[in-house]
């Protein structure tokens, strides 16, 4: 072992996203482990019985099992960035109370019996005070990228995938915007490194894989 935190992560997970996004600014290396929802390992759901992913485990045994409680702590260990200098509370709650809702509802349509549709259009009447912000910098909480807009890209960027025609048609024009430079940006690339899921006896795999990807900018 190499004395690393332990991540257990998976790849699409918006939440994961967020908190792989914090520690690539911070600079800070774990030990990563993909997980498949469908399968959890037993080490994970032994440190987090609630059994979500993210969860990062630290060298001294402390768990920490939501998504922004990592990236706090990523980032107050350290912040080249100032990320912290960007954090809006309430617009980070609107967007993993009702617009996580909302893309729920509109993604899984399988899951939930009701009209996708509602629920599409109800995300974006929720991308509208980010569209508001957006038409006065170029990021939410000013010009620089913050916690802020790493914890909510992800999310808009699932929303976006669902049908990305449909999307562009909406007029939110400055979120698309923003969500492309996330896209394009050597950052969100880092974040969304594959790994193959993880088995007790394979070798510990760092992540950020490489140095230099570490601190960079969300847009590059
Ligand atoms: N509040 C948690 C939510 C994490 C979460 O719900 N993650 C999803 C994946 S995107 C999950 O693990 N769901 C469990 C499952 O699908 O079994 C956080 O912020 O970390």
């Given amino acids: 072992m190499s004395g690393l935190p332990i991540l257990y992560s998976f790849r699409r997970c918006p939440y994961a996203i967020r908190a792989r996004l914090a520690l690539l600014a911070s600079g800070?290396?774990?030990a990563i482990r993909e997980v498949r929802l469908s399968a959890k390992p037993a080490e994970m759901i032994a440190v987090s019985p609630k059994a979500t992913v993210p969860v990062l485990v630290l060298p001294d045994g402390r768990v920490l099992d939501q998504s922004l409680d990592i990236m706090r702590w990523a980032l107050g260990r350290s912040d080249p960035a100032g990320w912290l200098d960007r954090v809006d509370e309430a617009l980070i709650a609107a967007n993993d109370g009702p617009f996580k809702h909302h893309l729920d509802r509109a993604k899984y349509p399988d899951r939930f019996d009701e009209?996708?549709?509602?629920?599409?259009?109800?995300?974006?009447?929720?991308?509208r005070p980010l569209e508001d912000r957006l038409a006065r910098a170029s990021n939410l909480c000013g010009e620089l990228q913050g916690l802020t807009d790493a914890a909510i890209l992800p999310f808009v960027r699932q929303f976006a995938a669902i049908d990305r025609g449909w999307f562009d048609a909406q007029?939110?024009?400055?979120?698309?915007?923003w969500l492309d430079r996330f896209l394009v940006g050597p950052l969100f690339e880092a974040a969304l490194t594959r790994?193959?899921?993880?088995k007790?006896?394979?070798?510990?795999?760092?992540?950020?894989?490489?140095?230099?990807c570490v601190g960079v900018p969300i847009d590059g």
């Fill in 115 to 127: 009209d996708p549709t509602i629920h599409r259009d109800a995300c974006v009447g929720l991308l």
């Fill in 28 to 30: 800070t290396a774990c």
């Fill in 195 to 198: 790994f193959a899921p993880w």
């Fill in 171 to 177: 007029h939110v024009p400055r979120v698309r915007g």
């Fill in 200 to 212: 007790p006896d394979d070798p510990e795999i760092r992540f950020p894989a490489e140095a230099d």
